[in-house]
């Protein structure tokens, strides 16, 4: 069975688009493939984080995967930080790579504007992230259009190495999927909903309440024509959230279109905002079972031995290779 990798960092909090754009395609993948998912608790060190919210975070994200439908006995779930020998991975890979290669990474690009005094961690994450994949063998790494560069960089990384010390890694391939649906901000419909957006009106988090979750969908902004009508480039928050209806309902647009034909905007609303918070009250009964389980530290100690082992043994290989063991008389 072919592997496939998956990481997920902590910062913000989950939202409907992360659970209908990542997390339900994630549903599907862990039945076709050998499955791994890892908290990249690392990789949010980039940038300054409250410790003890990024602590109480971590384990929320793996509670509410698990919740949403990830299934621990079909998934390898451990968090990155407990593998000692990702980051001794990542150096020896780092001497593999180019200055060049790591400053052209989108976010090193973006976020160094941003702030001049940045540091080295936001520059080699890229090399984290190549070690994060390489170690395991990976074959797929289920990733937006816009993180393609990464399993890219990660490619150009292994490739490199094979060729000048033999071959120690298996090339990753990008799976972009094409029928994911990209959930809008409910405020400003032509970007997408983020857990980093400034206005949480816009945004429906996982641990929204009932009504939180209803009143953001009534005051979703639409346009004047009130005709429910899939149309993204005119009508991008109708079609927003006919796009949230149909992938919790698993019903073809063309259908709710019929379905909402007579529905003035107001009564759409409703009936989208009534789908969607009872929806996610049934996957926040599930979490708060999960969350305080002893359960949950089973399955990541169970992760971790996994995922370690593997680790330690490409680390090896590495050092062999490399001629970084001690000599032998």
């Known amino acids: 069975?072919?592997?496939?990798?998956?990481?997920?960092?902590?910062?913000?909090?989950?939202?409907?688009?992360?659970?209908?754009?990542?997390?339900?395609?994630?549903?599907?993948?862990?039945?076709?493939?050998?499955?791994?998912?890892?908290?990249?608790?690392?990789?949010?060190?980039?940038?300054?984080?409250?410790?003890?919210?990024?602590?109480?975070?971590?384990?929320?994200?793996?509670?509410?995967?698990?919740?949403?439908?990830?299934?621990?006995?079909?998934?390898?779930?451990?968090?990155?930080?407990?593998?000692?020998?990702?980051?001794?991975?990542?150096?020896?890979?780092?001497?593999?790579?180019?200055?060049?290669?790591?400053?052209?990474?989108?976010?090193?690009?973006?976020?160094?504007?941003?702030?001049?005094?940045?540091?080295?961690?936001?520059?080699?994450?890229?090399?984290?992230?190549?070690?994060?994949?390489?170690?395991?063998?990976?074959?797929?790494?289920p990733v937006g259009i816009d993180q393609k560069q990464h399993v890219e960089l990660a490619r150009n990384i292994a490739e490199r190495f094979n060729n000048k010390y033999g071959e120690v890694f298996k090339l990753p391939e990008p799976l972009i999927s094409s029928t994911g649906v990209k959930i809008k901000d409910l405020k400003d419909p032509t970007k997408k909903m983020s857990k980093s957006e400034e206005n949480p009106a816009g945004v429906i988090s996982m641990f929204d309440t009932k009504e939180e979750i209803e009143k953001k969908i009534l005051k979703a902004t639409t346009d004047s024509d009130n005709m429910v009508k899939y149309d993204p480039e005119n009508k991008p928050g109708i079609s927003n959230l006919l796009n949230i209806a149909s992938s919790i309902t698993n019903t073809e647009i063309k259908d709710l279109e019929l379905k909402y034909k007579d529905f003035g905007y107001g009564d759409f609303k409703k009936d989208v905002a009534s789908i969607v918070s009872n929806h996610i009250a049934e996957i926040q009964d599930k979490y708060n079972n999960i969350i305080n389980d002893e359960k949950l530290d089973k399955i990541l100690d169970d992760g971790i031995k996994k995922s370690r082992e593997l680790a330690k043994e490409k680390y090896d290989d590495m050092k062999k290779i490399l001629g970084i063991v001690r000599f032998e008389i």
């Open 1 to 141: 069975m072919k592997k496939i990798l998956t990481g997920l960092k902590p910062t913000g909090d989950l939202t409907l688009g992360n659970y209908i754009g990542s997390i339900k395609q994630m549903i599907k993948l862990q039945d076709e493939y050998d499955s791994y998912i890892f908290v990249a608790d690392l990789h949010a060190l980039t940038i300054p984080q409250d410790p003890k919210e990024l602590n109480e975070r971590i384990r929320k994200f793996i509670a509410m995967y698990i919740a949403c439908g990830i299934d621990p006995n079909k998934n390898t779930i451990y968090l990155q930080s407990e593998n000692e020998f990702i980051p001794a991975i990542s150096y020896l890979l780092e001497c593999s790579t180019y200055y060049g290669e790591a400053s052209r990474m989108i976010q090193f690009k973006e976020k160094s504007k941003q702030n001049a005094n940045f540091s080295v961690g936001l520059l080699t994450y890229p090399v984290l992230m190549a070690a994060d994949i390489l170690y395991c063998d990976a074959d797929f790494v």
